[in-house]
């Protein structure tokens, strides 16, 4: 589905860049997926990498991203609260791309960067919802913080431009993208 059929997803357009941007780079690579939903996601993600690892604290999330990718063998989940949960129960995977799209909020989203650089091969971040407008506390604060920080390179805009209406299916709730809907960050070279 699009987001504007199902808010809690990405857009069609987001989808594509995506594909275009790893279709030819992520199939020899582990994706992590912090908040995995439905497993909308997590089925774009299955065809473009080699293996998809996702965190879902929620058991009813889990069983229907199962079940949207029942003829997926490449999708594990992980029931884990990325907030609570140690990540150290990772570190044994080669995790190489990571796709944050669970809590929207400052605290949250900076946990998850400094959780995914910890883990061994990660290299590359993509980040879900960044143009919201809620930058003051949101996914583009926590993200534009750790570019200020040197801890990141963002390099690719993914979905919608700024200025693209979101609408919930029955178009009563709309907001307007501050900027792209998605970014994919590197980590800079070491010094």
Known sequence: PDKTELTETISRKFKR???EHFLHSGHGQTVLEIGGHHGH???LLSRLFGRVIVIEQSPANIAQGRLTNRDAPNVFWLRMDAYSDAWTRLVRNEVN???IDALHDFGSVVSDIY???GLPGVHTLIFDDYGLPHHE????AAVDHMVRAGRLRCHTLLGHAAGTPF???SGADCLELEAPEGAVCSLPPPS
């Open 17 to 19: 860049d995506l594909a």
């Open 41 to 43: 996601t997590t089925r």
């Open 97 to 99: 791309v990571v796709f």
């Open 115 to 117: 959780n995914s650089l």
């Open 137 to 140: 506390f949101g996914v583009r």
């Open 167 to 169: 609408c919930d299916p």
